[in-house]
């Protein structure tokens, strides 16, 4: 009997994995379910589960983020995503499991095979960090976000981001290249959908990508120069945090 926390901030999708796990899986007990990746690590780290379905995309953390904060996981765990594109290349990889959404009894019963063979493996905690690295690579890079205006939805991939800024209601984006785009969604949502991609808001204005940070300018909340020799202020409540990130991402 597998002890198994599920983790993920669809309720509906909750709703089906967990009727599809007691319903047809008896070697699954679900022991807690969680909505959000803070709620998710405390009851791992309370609850010392045997296997993890764990969404990769949360509104707070990724579930990378999560398995990060987890260094030494005593658990088994399922990746859960709807990208088609990544999940197509992460099934290459047997010694970790994936879960496609729409969840079905087949795919459900495909990944719980893979959950088994990796058992048998045997896999070293080097070996599969070694592999969520990589998918997380292609994670990023297949990832786009949708850009809406009043005629047409763009889509832009987000590693060709530099930073967004807020006017209004409205968000300007500035890509690596071409023009800027303004969209029709506040920079609020662009914050959760990209808060794991390394962007960070440094300011109520301005979202940035760390990775186009050139320079950063001291003072009392300090100026940031981006690739695009933009000079965007940090709030000084933010500048700590904000300077923890980028040696984190260049350490």
């Known amino acids: 009997m597998l002890r198994t926390i ?80 990544f999940a197509i290349e992460a099934f290459e990889h047997d010694a970790i499991g994936f879960l496609l959404k729409p969840v079905t009894k087949e795919k459900m019963q495909d990944a719980l095979n893979k959950l088994n063979r990796k058992r048998k493996n045997q896999y070293s905690v080097v070996q599969v960090q070694a592999i969520i690295d990589d998918l997380k690579k292609i994670y990023n890079q297949n990832q786009k976000i949708a850009v809406p205006s009043l005629k047409e939805i763009n889509y832009i991939n987000v590693t060709e981001i530099v930073r967004l800024e807020a006017d209004g209601n409205y968000t300007t984006i500035f890509p690596v290249s071409g023009k800027p785009m303004l969209t029709s969604k506040q920079i609020g949502e662009y914050e959760k959908q990209l808060s794991f991609n390394k962007f960070y808001r440094i300011h109520d204005k301005h979202l940035i990508n760390l990775h186009f940070v050139k320079t950063f300018m001291k003072g009392d909340g300090g100026n940031v120069v981006m690739e695009d020799n933009a000079q965007l202020p940090v709030a000084r409540r933010r500048k700590d945090e904000f300077l923890k990130s980028l040696d984190a991402l260049f350490a």
């Not at 319903?23 to 969680?34: D, E």
């Not at 709620?39 to 780290?45: H, N």
């Not at 309370?46 to 990724?62: A, E, H, Q, R, W």
């Open 6 to 85: 599920i983790i993920e901030d669809d309720k509906f999708q909750m709703e089906v994995m967990s009727d599809l796990l007691e319903t047809s899986f008896p070697s699954i007990k679900i022991i807690s379910r969680a909505f959000n990746a803070v709620d998710g690590i405390e009851q791992v780290i309370n609850g010392k589960p045997d296997l993890v379905f764990l969404d990769i995309d949360l509104p707070d953390k990724s579930g990378f983020e999560i398995l990060k904060e987890l260094p030494d996981h005593f658990f088994e765990f399922i990746f859960v995503t709807a990208h088609e594109r």
